[in-house]
């Protein structure tokens, strides 16, 4: 069926380098300077390799090596490699939070893709943002694409025993704002924890967005959990380029792949793994741009029965070499698909449906993989809340939740942005007991802006003293996919844009109820009403430039958090242009 469709349309590079007239001239010539012999420009299929490459990405840092594999694999199947790079997005260095250019850097892999001479594409991704921005770009262009994920770096290691990116630093700093571990320490772990190339091997937004990409169909089998330096990752490289090729005569585009059904796969994958509540934002933009009906509602419905199988942090014990080691994501869909929740027949990028790809697959250890009836969590699916706190919708992970706290009733504690959080939490007159629930505003996608990963907010230095470990949070932000806690994300409408969470005070009543996906403020409409019309949005926290452009035009997290004007699949055609 796909030969037929690519018979139907010619290579779209054969408008650059098919013609022996001027502009075939210009556009063969320039390229011959690296070394291209004229038999390349024969009518092959051109693959771009689009790569987040950058030192200041570490996560991405090792793609120089691991885009020569995939080179390999492309001219052993007879298409011509070129490499190209894309703004690179890390997540630890980038401020003021990678998030407010994942959008921008779609941009840039949009018209990367559509403006080149280019018939298909392998998208290099790593750490957490540049895989839902390379998705986004080439779904807007819907010419066939893979994606070849990095890598986790191998397990953490600190005195004999597994640390996790992330994870364990949120930890080793409560421990040591409660007294209990020495800086000394600290530093110890600090280099200790990342031993390798690739990215955070906890089962944060990283692994989350890989094992998603795989759930979707956009990877070979078992792409997201070999670890960044094992050979076989090199192989999975190779076999990628040769694929990509495959796909170009198959005509195989995203727009085949990313139906509804490999969406639902995606949601009920993010469950049973433990994920990121970040790839509730990423799915939904990625939807938009492609154009498949998903809406947040869906997680909700979607997530109900599947049960948290990964025992990885931040939910579980193990860490993403474990994972490998144990199965894969393979092991995982095979699970989903024995207990009736995959849909099967969703199409992946190797031309066979999900369930050919993974009914065979293997689990080696039942401890990282757990069996369906001794899960880690019964109700692993991401959960929506909603209520006059979040008419539009509110976010929380059961899986990194204190089971006592997911039905709660609490005063609230505000912070009015998130340097209010920093110059009050610590404070030992801060009127806040372990009951009490943490409000942050103004972290959404306009109000800091970007939305940064700031909800899961350290708890006051007091309680942590007495012991405690998790209270009640709640906020516009998102959070570290490494992180952990009962807390309530992404609410919307944020606080900048006018949401109810605008008109929060110190000492209102909260109650959350998760079994009954409630959020609710305990004060009357008509003292809403009022507070309402003493509102005024907060000024922004930057001006001019991309910041200004990003403001004006994203959208709440309820969408996605995408720019409006980039929303659809605009498709990869492009006027000829002529020297
Ligand atoms: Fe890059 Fe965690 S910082 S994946």
Redesign the pocket.
């Known amino acids: 069926m796909t030969e037929t469709k690519r018979e139907a349309r010619p290579l779209r590079s054969t408008a650059w380098f098919g013609h022996n007239d001027r502009d075939g001239f210009i556009h063969r010539s320039w390229m011959r300077n690296q070394g291209l012999p004229s038999h390349v420009f024969d009518g092959r299929p051109v693959i771009g390799i689009c790569n987040t490459f950058s030192e200041l ?3 991405n840092a090792h793609f120089r090596g691991l885009a020569d594999y995939v080179k390999r694999g492309i001219w052993e199947a007879g298409g011509l490699p070129l490499e190209f790079p894309v703004f690179s997005l ?3 260095n980038l401020r003021p939070t990678a998030m407010l250019f994942r959008n921008l850097a779609s941009m840039d892999v949009e018209e990367s893709i559509r403006g080149n001479p280019i018939d298909g594409v392998v998208l290099l991704a ?3 943002k540049t895989t839902p921005a390379l998705i986004m770009g080439a779904a807007s262009c819907d010419l066939p694409a893979i994606l070849l994920s990095g890598g986790p770096m191998l397990n953490g290691k600190l005195g004999g025993r597994d640390i996790g ?2 994870t364990s630093v949120w930890k080793f700093s409560e421990e040591v704002s409660a007294g209990k571990m020495t800086v000394e320490s600290f530093m110890e772990a600090e280099a200790c924890m990342s031993r390798s190339p690739g ?2 091997m906890t089962m ?3 692994s989350t967005m890989a094992c998603v990409s795989e759930a979707l169909g956009l990877t070979l089998p078992g792409n997201a959990a070999i670890p960044a330096v094992d050979s076989r990752r090199n192989v999975l490289a190779h076999l990628t380029g040769r694929r990509i090729v495959e796909m170009v005569r198959e005509d195989l585009c995203p727009s085949d792949i990313l139906v509804r059904d490999a969406f639902q796969n995606a949601a009920r994958v993010v469950g049973a793994i433990g994920g990121s509540t970040n790839a509730v934002i990423h799915l939904l933009a990625i939807a938009g741009r492609i154009g498949t009906q998903h809406e947040l509602s869906d997680w909700d419905t979607w997530g109900r029965g599947v049960p948290t199988l990964v025992d990885l942090m931040p939910s579980g014990r193990f860490l993403m070499e474990d994972f490998f080691y144990a199965g894969g994501l393979p092991a995982v869909l095979r699970d989903l698909g024995e207990h009736g929740l995959l849909q099967k027949d969703a199409l992946t990028v190797n031309g066979q449906s999900i369930w050919e790809s993974c009914r065979e697959a293997p689990v080696h250890n039942r401890q990282v993989i757990r069996e369906w009836d001794n899960p880690l969590h019964p109700e692993g699916g991401l959960v929506v809340l909603r209520g006059n706190l979040a008419p539009r919708g509110a976010v929380l992970k059961p899986s990194a939740a204190t089971a006592e706290l997911l039905v709660h009733r609490g005063r609230a504690v505000v912070f009015e942005n998130i340097e209010d959080y920093k110059a009050r939490i610590a404070a030992p007159d801060l009127d806040v007991d372990e009951t009490s629930v943490l409000v942050l505003k103004n972290c959404g996608p306009k109000g800091y802006p970007g939305m940064p990963e700031v909800g899961n907010m350290g708890l006051p230095p007091k309680l942590l003293e007495k012991g405690v470990r998790d209270m009640v949070r709640l906020s516009d932000a998102r959070m570290s996919g ?1 992180a952990y806690g009962t807390v309530a994300l992404h609410v919307a409408p944020e606080a900048a844009a006018g949401g109810p969470l605008a008109l929060v005070e110190q000492g209102d009543l909260i109650e959350l109820d998760v079994p009954s996906r409630k959020l609710h403020l305990d004060v009357s409409d008509e003292e809403l009403a009022r507070r309402a019309e003493q509102w005024s949005p907060p000024e922004p926290a930057m001006r001019g430039g991309y910041q200004s452009l990003y403001i004006e035009h994203v959208q709440q997290a309820d969408l996605g958090a995408d720019l409006d004007f980039l929303v659809g699949c605009r498709g990869a055609e492009v006027p000829r242009e002529s020297h």
């Open positions: 990405t570490p996560c890390g997540e630890t790593g750490c957490d990116s992330g990215h955070c944060g937004t990283a490494t």
